[in-house]
């Protein structure tokens, strides 16, 4: 589309550049076009208001607005009206091409910089820090910098403090150099842990959870306790105590056997099926392996329920012995 100028034969384009373009790289000297009879303010009005039928970039549409908001000195009501927006959509487009320092729109409009990267990293820069946007663009016009690596710096750029903002800002390619490390280490297979490692692992864990019900049995166990409750909560300490009597025995095995060069036989230490309390031999029933631990166990008396206290605390790294009465409807044999 083309309208008149002041001088006759002369034409002002007002949309079709690509094709334009394109005929001149075919050496086409002549082109079909639209007259539009009327001012240029309305050509670009009407050329605005066709535009709904394509897609626009951002910061194009916005120049245009801008053109007829502080050139032609429309109104943004106006306009909204004119192109079939609301009057709010047409003052953020105005706003957003104003707030773009020129320096970025420039490379915009000159093809050498994307829309993307203005809108999405550029202008949030310059909306915190106007020189800290203009430090990443010369950056960026000297190194060739991908989506990812411009989002992980914005993201990086909100959660710090001024100081941090100032050393990043102050040499960004320090930390593109250090995200990239960070890649290379999480593409490095890790290390495979050792059986040994994973058993030191391992009973660390068991210890810190013992920690913490010794630290929670003296608010449960109370002298208020019901029998059910009670039962109920005694279990898993029963059952957790033929675990602990199974691998020990599986240690004493493993460690006879090794000694004598034959294979141990771990029929009757490793557990199957369920490992519900019915199912496991009683711990009274095994020799225990720690000598601090080989005396013959007393009977759980049912009259008293043993809670630590500050003058009498567990402990430290022991399994909880919880003693109670036996409700007459609990499905657990005495022992």
Known sequence: MVYPGERAGLWILIDGYLRVEALKCLDQEVVRAEVFHGSEEEALMVHLARGQARNWEVVEEAALIRELHDRFGCSLRLLAARIGRSASWVSHRVSLIRELPEEVLERVLQGRLSVWAAIRILLPFARANSAHAQVLLQHMEKNVLSTRQLQDLWHHYQRSGDAVRQQLMKAPDLFFKSLHALEMEKQDPPLEESPEEAWMREARIIGHILQRLQRLAPRIFVPELSDGLLSNLCRPIRRLDGLLNQ??????????????????????????????????PHPEDFTQYDPELSAPREECHTDSLPCASADHPPPAGSVPQVQGKRHPNSGDSPR
Do not use: E, F, V, W
């Open 247 to 280: 691998l020990n025995l599986q240690i004493q095995g493993c460690s006879r056997h090794a000694k004598s060069g034959s294979a141990p036989d771990r029929s009757n230490t490793a557990p199957t099926g369920d490992t519900s309390a019915g199912n496991l």
